[in-house]
C-alpha cells in the first residue's frame, strides 16, 4: 500500500519552456502533498507543501511564480516550472501523506534537464 | 550547525556485515524519527518509522532511538548487496509536520 506515482521519470527541454510535473496517489487520500529538489549527493530539499483545496505554502527562497503548485484532488498534484532555465534542472520528488501520520510517501522523481 | 547531521560516508562492507548507520540532531521538538532507503535515480523508500525511545525491530533492520542524545541509528543485520543504497535519516516535529532529513549515507555491500 502508499504507493505513489510520478510521472514524467524524465523530461529533456529547451530553456524558456514550462514543464509540468505530475504526483499522484495510488491506493489512498493525500491531504497533504510535498515536492522537494534534490541536486547530486545532496538531501532532499523541500520547496513546498501542497494542501487540498488551498494554496501551497512555499519555503523561503522558493519562487511561488516560478514553481506553480496545484492540489485539486486528494490524489493529485502537480508543479509547473514555468519558463525552465538550464539552472532549474534538477531532481524533483513528490511525496505524499497519508491522514494524520508524519511519515511520507515518496515518488520516483523527475529529472529535469533544460538545455 | 545542521539540525541533522548524518556522515555521508561511503561505507563500505563485505556481504553478511552488520551495518550502522547514524544521525544526530538538535531540535528537541522532533518527535517522529524514520530512516528511508534510496536507490539510484529514485524516489526514498519508507523503512522504519518510529516515535518513542527504544528499538523497533523489522526483519533484519533495527531502528534505534535514544531522544536524551538526540541520536539515532539503524541497525542492517546480514547486509546484502541489495541493500546497496542511499540511507537518509528524516525526523519531524509534532508542530509542523515538515520532513528534516539528514544528508544520506551511501552504502556499499560488496559480494
Known amino acids: 500500500g502508499a504507493v505513489v506515482s510520478q510521472h514524467p521519470s524524465r523530461v529533456i527541454c529547451k530553456s524558456g519552456t514550462s514543464v509540468k510535473i505530475e504526483c499522484r496517489s495510488l491506493?489512498?487520500?493525500?491531504?497533504?502533498m510535498f515536492w522537494y529538489r534534490q541536486f547530486p549527493k545532496q538531501s532532499l530539499m523541500l520547496m513546498a507543501t501542497?494542501?487540498?483545496?488551498?494554496?501551497?505554502?512555499?519555503e523561503q527562497g522558493v519562487e511561488k511564480d516560478k514553481f506553480l503548485i496545484n492540489h485539486a484532488s486528494l490524489t493529485l498534484s502537480t508543479l509547473t516550472v514555468t519558463s525552465a532555465h538550464p539552472e532549474d534542472s534538477s531532481f524533483y520528488i513528490c511525496?505524499?501523506?497519508?491522514?494524520?501520520?508524519?511519515?511520507?510517501?515518496f515518488g520516483d522523481g523527475t529529472r529535469l534537464s533544460i538545455l | 550547525q545542521k539540525e541533522v547531521e548524518q556522515d555521508p560516508g561511503p561505507l563500505s562492507v563485505p556481504e553478511g556485515a552488520i551495518v550502522s548507520l547514524n544521525c544526530t540532531y538538535s531540535?528537541?521538538?522532533?518527535?517522529?524519527f524514520m530512516w528511508y532507503r534510496q536507490y539510484s535515480r529514485k524516489g526514498p523508500e519508507l523503512l522504519m518509522y518510529?516515535?518513542?525511545?527504544g528499538n523497533k525491530e523489522d526483519g533484519r533492520f533495527t531502528a534505534q532511538v535514544d531522544k536524551s542524545s538526540k541520536y539515532i541509528s539503524l541497525f542492517i543485520r546480514d547486509s546484502q548487496p541489495s541493500d546497496s543504497a542511499t540511507y537518509l535519516c528524516?525526523?519531524?516535529?509534532?508542530?509542523?509536520?515538515?520532513?528534516?532529513f539528514g544528508q544520506g549515507t551511501t552504502l556499499q555491500v560488496k559480494p
Open positions: 491506493d489512498f487520500q493525500a491531504t497533504t
Open positions: 501542497s494542501n487540498e483545496g488551498s494554496k501551497a505554502t512555499y
Open positions: 528524516a525526523m519531524s516535529d509534532f508542530n509542523t509536520g515538515k520532513l528534516i
Open positions: 511525496s505524499a501523506r497519508q491522514g494524520a501520520q508524519r511519515s511520507q510517501h
Open positions: 518510529t516515535y518513542s525511545s
Open positions: 531540535n528537541s521538538a522532533f518527535q517522529y
